[in-house]
Each structure stands twice: as structure tokens, then as C-alpha cells.
């Protein structure tokens, strides 16, 4: 019997399952993220290809991202340098791919996913013009009422 067979063998496919939890999570196909960026903006384009290293599939709008972001129903003072759309919710500015993934999993009541400003050391933000420059953020969670809450710290030292 060959090892896959013997594991999965268990009693419930429950118990099979739950021996493997993460890879489960990881084996579903993430939605395409769509982004509104800026053509000449850098650190969006740095940002797309970070998420893409982690296998986000991107689809990419060079129109700029204000009418994107109030479309989408988020209150312009989360606004940063890209609006992005991926399974429902916004995901604004240099936002880690692990929070996404979190956030996709978890599925929240929640407008999105945003890091206010573009704190250098962010993805996207972490290119060589940097230097080991890497400032503390937040990611920050938009409920559906316009308020948020932290979902994620990024302090380093």
C-alpha cells in the first residue's frame, strides 16, 4: 500500500482531512485580484509582482484608483496608491499576501484588508532604493460601517 493510501485509509475522511489542514487551505484556487493603479506608479507594479511570487493571479487596470475605490465602497481616508478586488473585498495599498490569504480564509464582515500610507519595508515598499529601511505598520481591517480595527502588526525593530 503505497504511503498516501495508507494515511487516508483512516476511519472518516474528517480524520484524513484534519491531519492536513494547512495543505488543504492552501490547495484551493485563489480568485484573481483585480487592481486600479496608476501606469507609472512603481510600487504598485512591485506590489503586483510580490503577490504573483505567492501565487496571486492579477489582472491589472492602468486607470488610476479613486473612482475603483469609491465604486467599491471604501471611505477615502483608507485611500492609498492602488484599490484592489479580490473575493469580495478591498484590499488598498501594500497589503502582505499572508493577511489576504487570512483574510480570504476567514471571510470576515468586513469591506477589506488596508495599509494606510506606504510605509517603506511593506511589500512593494522593500526594493534596494530602501536600504534595510523597514518602518512599523499596520494592516488594517475595514468593517462595514466605515470603522476598522487592526488585523495585523508589522513592528520591527
Known sequence: MKRRSFVCAAPTAWACASLFPVAVANA???????????????????????????????????TGNVEARKRL????????????LIGG?????HVNAREIRRLLLEKPKAIGLVVPGMPIG???MDG????????PYDVVLVLPDGGSRVYQSYHRG
Open 28 to 62: 484551493s484556487a485563489l480568485p484573481v485580484m483585480q487592481v486600479w493603479k496608476d501606469p507609472n506608479c512603481g510600487c504598485c507594479k512591485d506590489w503586483m509582482r510580490y503577490l504573483e511570487r505567492d501565487g496571486f493571479k492579477m489582472q491589472a487596470f492602468d
Open 73 to 84: 465602497g471604501l471611505p477615502a481616508k483608507y485611500g492609498s496608491c492602488h484599490t484592489a
Open 122 to 124: 511593506s511589500p512593494g
Open 128 to 135: 534596494p532604493e530602501y536600504g534595510q529601511r523597514k518602518d
Open 89 to 93: 473585498y478591498v484590499i488598498e495599498g
